[in-house]
C-alpha cells in the first residue's frame, strides 16, 4: 500500500499523467541486468554464458543487458573472477554520460565517486576511463567502504582508490577533482518495488531530511571539484525536492550549469526509479591543478624486492610485509590522496614476502596488473571452481609444484599451492561462498 501523500507529491513532482502511468508499474517485477567487466569479457562472450537467459540489450548502456529471471550469482563461479556486474539498469545511465563527456575530448584525469558503495557506478565509471585517470571511490560507513573495496578489488583494475571519509573531509582535496559523481542518500522511491522497507519507511519528512541532507553533502564536495568541471547529481527516488529542486539549487546556490536531466520511470524504461542531472561548475580551469593540503608527509615505500608477478608500466612498494603494485603514471596523485585521506585500499596486493617466498595474493588473480605467464594455469570446472570458492581441498597431479593459477572460463579466480601430495587453497577465508553446492 503506497502511502496517499507519496500519491500527492508524485503527482506534484512528474505531473498528473505521468504519475498516474508510473503508479501501477510500482507492483511490478523488478528488472535484472547485467555488465560486463570488458577488460576481462567482451559482451559476446557474457551474453552466451547467460545464452537461455539473455532478455535483450540495454537501451543507453548497449553493451549491458537484462537477464530474463535472476540465477545464483553466487553459485556462477564466473561472477567471482570480476567478469561482470549485476546492475540495476537505469543506473548505468551515469556510465552514458560520463562516455559523452570523455568522447568530447575534455581533460577528465581525476575523478570522484563520493557515495559509491557497493560499488555498481565506480565500477562501470572504471571501465570507460583510461588506465592514466585516477577514480577515488568513496563511502562514508565503514562496513560499506569494505564491501566497495572488494567489489573494486574484483573488478581488477589498479587506477583506483577506495575512501572511507565523509564529504566534508575532502576538503584538503581542492579544485582536485575533474569530475565528481555524488549519487547521494535518498528516500529510495524509485526502489518502491525491489525493497519493501523503502515503502514502509517513507514519509514526507524524512523526503525533506533527505532533501536537506544532499544539499549538504553537495556544499561539501563542492570546492573539490575544478572550476569548468563535471558533476553528476543522482538519485533513486522521484520527488521533485531531492531531484529537480536540489540541481537547480546547486545551478543558483554553488554556481553551475544543467546540461541534462532525466528522469527514468518503471514502465516507461526498462529498470528502476532513477533520476540523474549532469552539471557543469561555473568558471573554466584548463585541468585541475589544485593541491592536496597534506595533513601528514607522505612517507617513502621501503625498498620492494624482485617479482615478476606484474607487467611493466606498475611501481612495487613494501607495506609492512604486503608487496603492493602501484601504475607508475599515477603515484605521485596517489600520494597525494593517501596524505589527506582514510584509504583502505590502493593499488594492488601482490604477495606477502614470507623469507624468500612470494606467497601470491587473492587480488593479484583479479587484477589487470597480473603478468599473464606469472603462473601455472589449472582451468577447472564449475564443479571444482565451486569447490575452491568453498575453500574445499582439490586434488592436482604431483607437478608442477608450487603457485598454480585457477580459471574458470579461462578468467583467473585465484591461487593454489601444490606441495606434490596435498595443495593448499589460498581464496581469503573472509571471500568463502557458504551456499551448498550441491
Ligand atoms: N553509488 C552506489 C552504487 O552505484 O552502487 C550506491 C550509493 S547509495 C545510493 C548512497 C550511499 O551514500 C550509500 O552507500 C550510503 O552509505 C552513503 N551515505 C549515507 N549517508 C551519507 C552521507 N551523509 N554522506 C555521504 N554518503 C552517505
Redesign the pocket.
Known amino acids: 500500500m503506497l502511502p496517499e501523500r507519496f500519491r500527492e507529491i508524485l503527482t506534484e513532482s512528474l505531473g498528473e499523467q505521468t504519475a498516474s502511468e508510473l503508479l501501477p508499474h510500482l507492483e511490478d517485477t523488478p528488472s535484472v541486468s547485467v555488465r560486463p567487466n570488458t577488460a576481462k569479457i567482451s559482451t559476446e562472450g557474457l551474453r552466451g554464458h547467460f545464452a537461455e537467459l539473455y532478455d535483450g540489450p540495454v537501451d543507453w548502456a548497449p553493451e549491458s543487458f537484462y537477464l530474463s529471471a535472476r540465477p545464483s550469482f553466487t553459485l556462477d563461479p564466473l561472477f567471482h573472477t570480476g567478469a561482470y556486474y549485476v546492475q540495476e539498469a537505469a543506473?548505468m545511465y551515469v556510465g552514458h554520460l560520463l562516455e559523452g563527456i570523455l568522447a568530447e575530448g575534455r581533460p577528465v584525469r581525476r575523478l570522484l565517486?563520493?557515495?559509491?558503495?557497493?560499488?555498481?557506478?565506480?565500477t562501470d565509471i572504471l571501465s570507460r576511463i583510461p588506465d592514466d585517470s585516477l577514480l577515488v571511490t568513496n563511502?562514508?560507513?565503514r562496513g560499506?567502504a569494505t564491501i566497495l573495496a572488494e567489489n573494486v578489488a574484483k573488478w581488477g583494475r589498479a587506477n583506483v582508490l577506495v575512501t572511507n571519509n565523509?564529504?566534508a573531509d575532502l576538503k584538503g582535496l581542492d579544485s582536485w577533482f575533474d569530475f565528481v559523481l555524488v549519487?547521494?542518500?535518498?528516500s529510495g522511491e524509485g526502489m518502491f518495488r525491489k525493497d519493501d522497507e523503502a515503502v514502509e519507511d517513507w514519509s514526507e519528512d524524512n523526503v525533506r531530511l533527505c532533501a536537506a541532507?544532499q544539499r549538504r553533502?553537495l556544499s561539501d564536495i563542492w570546492p573539490a571539484l575544478r572550476d569548468g568541471g563535471y558533476m553528476i547529481y543522482s538519485t533513486?527516488t522521484f520527488n521533485h525536492f531531492e531531484d529537480e529542486d536540489n540541481a537547480a539549487w546547486i545551478a543558483s546556490e554553488l554556481g553551475a550549469e544543467i546540461l541534462q536531466q532525466r528522469h527514468f520511470l518503471p514502465g516507461r524504461e526498462r529498470g528502476e526509479g532513477f533520476y540523474c542531472a549532469l552539471l557543469r561548475k561555473s568558471g573554466e580551469s584548463a585541468v585541475a591543478d589544485g593541491r592536496a593540503s597534506s595533513r601528514q608527509r607522505v612517507r617513502k615505500p621501503a625498498p620492494a624486492p624482485d617479482c615478476d608477478y606484474v607487467r611493466d608500466g606498475y611501481t612495487l612498494a613494501l607495506k609492512g610485509d604486503l608487496l603492493k603494485a602501484y601504475p607508475a603514471s599515477l603515484m605521485e596523485d596517489m600520494q597525494a590522496v593517501e596524505a589527506s585521506l582514510k584509504v583502505i585500499h590502493s593499488g594492488v596486493a601482490v604477495a606477502t614476502v614470507k623469507g624468500r617466498d612470494l606467497i601470491p595474493e587473492a587480488d593479484l588473480a583479479l587484477s589487470c596488473a597480473l603478468r599473464e605467464d606469472a603462473f601455472p594455469r589449472v582451468e577447472l570446472s564449475r564443479e571444482d571452481a565451486l569447490r575452491f570458492l568453498a575453500k574445499e581441498p582439490l586434488a592436482f597431479p604431483q607437478e608442477p609444484r608450487g603457485y598454480l593459477m585457477m580459471t574458470y572460463c579461462g578468467l583467473p579466480l585465484g591461487f593454489v599451492k601444490n606441495l606434490g601430495n596435498r595443495s593448499n587453497n589460498l581464496h581469503p577465508m573472509a571471500r568463502r561462498i557458504r551456499k551448498s553446492i550441491n
Open positions: 543506473s565517486d563520493l557515495c559509491a558503495a557497493p560499488g555498481g557506478k565506480t563511502e562514508v560507513m560499506r565523509d564529504p549519487d547521494a542518500p535518498c541532507r553533502i533513486c
